[in-house]
């Protein structure tokens, strides 16, 4: 498990996402924005809460997870 994730507010989260590959899918029930990123031919789309203020490291990394990073691929993208 990648160590010192922070917390984020969802449109940093998003924009460090977008920087990996992901992208903007359709919008969602509520304040959900839907994500997608295709990892070995299979797409993962996930749905991202913009009406967060800030989100949790532990939401944070479910994210991640959800959409298939490693944990070195998480460490990059949060430097």
Do not use: W
Not at 18 to 36: M, P, Q, S, T, V
Not at 49 to 70: C, H, N, W
């Amino acid at each position: 498990m990648p160590k010192n994730i922070p917390s984020l507010k969802p449109k940093k989260l998003i924009k460090i996402l977008e920087k990996a590959g992901c992208k903007f899918y359709r919008e969602g029930k509520g304040d959900h924005r839907l994500y997608i990123r295709k990892v070995k031919e299979q797409k993962r789309i996930v749905p991202i809460d913009i009406g967060a203020k800030e989100m949790s490291p532990a939401y944070v990394l479910r994210i991640f997870r959800q959409f298939g990073f490693t944990d070195e691929e998480i460490g990059q993208l949060l430097k």
